[in-house]
């Protein structure tokens, strides 16, 4: 495989999970960035955890959606996940799902 096949092939998935995350955007209340994964979930719980100097975020989502081409069920009831970076979580306004 050229490296311009392997190209084309991430772009095509990357707009065919695009248009999947457009289409399932309304099912979710909230829009979750960590420093390697994109989520939507439906329940977010953010834990700060500290061991001596070092400070990590436990983040638990239930009813979930992983931004993630290289899955082939991107749909998960429940996933932790544990990062030592800020996590970003945005609730939905439902009023944005709206087309104008």
Do not use: C
């Amino acid at each position: 495989m050229s490296r311009e096949d392997l190209e084309r092939y991430e772009n095509e998935h990357e707009l065919a999970l695009f248009k999947e995350y457009r289409d399932v955007l309304a099912l979710f209340t909230y829009v979750v960035e960590t420093d390697r994964r994109f989520y939507l979930a439906n329940h977010v719980d953010v834990q700060v955890q500290s061991t001596g100097t070092e400070v990590f975020f436990e983040v638990t989502l239930a009813d979930a959606w992983v931004w993630d081409i290289y899955r082939s069920s991107r749909f998960v009831k429940r996933v932790r996940v544990i990062t030592f970076k800020d996590v970003n979580v945005e609730e939905i306004a439902k009023s944005e799902l709206m087309p104008s």
